[in-house]
């Protein structure tokens, strides 16, 4: 019996768990049933011209069709909480499984592919649409490592690969997917040439995976190398040859083979090789890492989102005794020590600060504050509270330098969230954006790389591409976010 095509074994897999039948999904498309049979069986796939529709309404037919029980079946195995996500995986998975086997048929005349695949050279879009490895969207468990000489790649080839290249490819929810182990090997050499896009792109990786485990290492051995291996299920590897070609592409979904270039990649993972390490604020409060910051010199902070820094006295303790509430673990009298210590340094230390134009605007509509990386909500009249207090703030204090970015500074990335950076001499950590009571914490972990994140300050600093540089625009902004709040009080 001729072996069916990865499309087919998922359709009819779907069909099966709904109960959905031949005839019923032939009648909604208005297709004749035999169709139908053809697709489920793999003799046939659906027209190209037409798969667009014709999958969509294969999802919203099969999401229709689930009873209790095979809605929980499908909601465990895509790895969603309602029908909207689940119709969305559903066409995204038979979308990947679609295209998957058009283009394995126009490249080889068959449908189904062997074990393991050569192919003398491939395009980096080829590569990249065989990276997107189908069975990888309906793992429940996942363990793969991405290991390339990504930062050596035209820019919208790190954007595709990475699966940046719009928002529908970006989760900003706060779902987490804790039996997804990611780890990055990446060549920091490469860096250098294009340094302002590069650290753009690997703050915007890192928060756009933060919600998966994820670790990121520096590995120079990756240069002119592309691999991609995900344990158990599938591995493509390729050689770099020019800015869109490489040479040598190899993949395979036979284990032995996978595991083989699994382990070794994995063994490149250690301690000596971590790039940025994932910490929590009540490790950098109890070790004394947060003080470290704030006494370090040459501090640079750019504010994707407003911290506890700015927070007046009586409006800091009402959120400290929450937050201490909520983490037992953290000295409340430690909590008001720091808070005086971060006013001390804003009122009397050299510091360079930058703020996105949508973080004052945001938070005068939502009252959002990061307070030690935990997200609490602002009434209308402590958002007065907080932008009155961060004016005031930054007349005190001659040696304060702040600038306001012009939302972002590339504008390919505009629908990822602003991270928080805290830049110095010493020491380097991010605070990346999730959707949810609590941010990611990073500490970048090389030298290398805070060298690059350093750099990449003081390339945007005084450019006026990025930047605005007259201070009093950040004034200004924050006047009118004053408006909006007492706009809203009125209402009220």
Known sequence: M?????????????????????YTLAKELQYDESYISKWANGSLLPTEKNSEKILREISRCLVASMDAESRAVLYSEFQVENDAD??????????????????LKESTGTDTAPKTAFYPELTLSQFTQRIRYPALQQAKSLDFIFSADILSLDWHYQLSMAELESSQN?????????????????????????NTHNVEFLLNFLTSFSNADMQFYTCPQMVGKVIMVAKDLYCISGMVIDDSHLLGVTATEDPKHCNAIFYRL???????????????????????????????RRQRWILGHFTEHFLPDDLYELLATEYCQAHLEVDRADLTRIHKLNKSVLETMDLQILIHEKTITD?????????????????????????????????????????????GTVSDLQHIPHSTLF???????MRLVRNGPTNTLSVLNKVQLCNMFRKFYDDIWDNEEYVHLDRHCVQDLMQYALQLVNVQLQVK
């Open 2 to 22: 001729k072996e069916k095509n990865r499309f087919s074994t998922l359709l009819k897999h779907l069909m099966t768990v709904t109960k959905l039948k031949n």
């Open 86 to 103: 689940l119709e969305r995986r559903i066409l995204s998975s038979l979308e990947a499984e679609f295209n998957y086997v058009a283009d």
């Open 170 to 194: 970006v989760d900003t929810t706060n779902k987490s997917y804790p039996n997804t182990h990611f780890s990055m090997l990446v060549n920091l050499d490469a860096a250098s040439e294009n």
């Open 266 to 296: 994995h063994s490149l993972c250690n301690q000596q090789t971590l790039a940025v390490r994932r910490t929590i604020m009540s490790d950098m409060l109890l070790s004394n890492e947060y003080m470290e910051y704030l006494f370090s």
């Open 363 to 407: 938070f005068a509509v939502t009252g959002v504050v990061d307070f030690y990386n935990y997200k609490m909500q602002l009434t209308p009249s402590q958002r007065l509270a907080y932008l009155s207090n961060s004016i005031e703030l930054c007349k005190k204090n001659p040696k304060l330098s702040i600038r306001l970015t012009r939302n």
């Open 423 to 429: 830049l110095s001499e010493s020491f380097c950590y």
